[in-house]
């Protein structure tokens, strides 16, 4: 069992940035992919990033690519989600979710655990 915390949303004006983070409880967290998804109102949960166990590698959706930057600390059980050049487009609520295994996926399905969600506004 792990549990996710995320913090770091807010209002931000466009083209300025966020930094997420999402805090794991338990003492596995270096056994666990992590990702964030996001959902904008009105429309499906869209995945955003992923980084595998020892962040060997990353993952990106095409809308994000070269704005945004996943990375995990585990030594902190944390896992962050830097947000630069953010557009209105990218208003959403956040969440950070895990999975067992060292294979990201970009499908929320895989995904066995998930936070509650942190709201990001950027105002046009």
């Known amino acids: 069992q792990v549990q996710l915390v995320e913090s770091g949303g807010g209002l931000v004006q466009a083209r300025g940035s966020l930094r997420l983070s999402c805090a794991a409880s338990?003492?596995?967290?270096?056994?666990?992919?992590m990702a964030w998804f996001r959902q904008a109102p009105g429309k499906e949960r869209d995945f955003v990033a992923a980084?595998?166990?020892?962040?060997?590698?990353?993952y990106y959706a095409d809308s994000v690519k070269g704005r945004f930057t996943i990375s995990r600390d585990n030594a902190k059980n944390t896992v962050y989600l830097q947000m630069n050049s953010l557009e209105p487009e990218d208003t959403a609520v956040y969440y950070c979710?895990?999975?067992?295994?060292?294979?990201?996926?970009?499908?929320?399905?895989?995904?066995?655990?998930w936070g509650q969600g942190t709201q990001v506004t950027v105002a046009s």
């Open positions: 979710a895990a999975k067992t295994g060292a294979v990201a996926g970009t499908v929320g399905s895989l995904y066995n655990y």
């Open positions: 338990g003492r596995t967290f270096s056994t666990y992919t």
């Open positions: 980084v595998s166990l020892i962040s060997s590698r990353t």
